[in-house]
């Protein structure tokens, strides 16, 4: 058996859990709240000047 996590909250998995695929990569979260926030954390849009000032940061 292997042991599954939610990519969102880190919460253990039990019974089915919720595909979704980030970045094209299949992750599996707990609930379709998890999923949401999963796909709204990557979606392009208003946040996108955020991710620009902490890319500034970065580099
Ligand atoms: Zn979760």
Redesign the pocket.
Known sequence: MTERT??????R?EGPGIEVTVGGKAVE???D???R?LNEAHAPGPGMQRADGMRALDG
């Not at 939610?6 to 919460?11: G, K, R, T």
């Open positions: 939610c990519a969102a909250c880190d919460c998995i979260v707990c609930c709240d998890c999923a926030a």
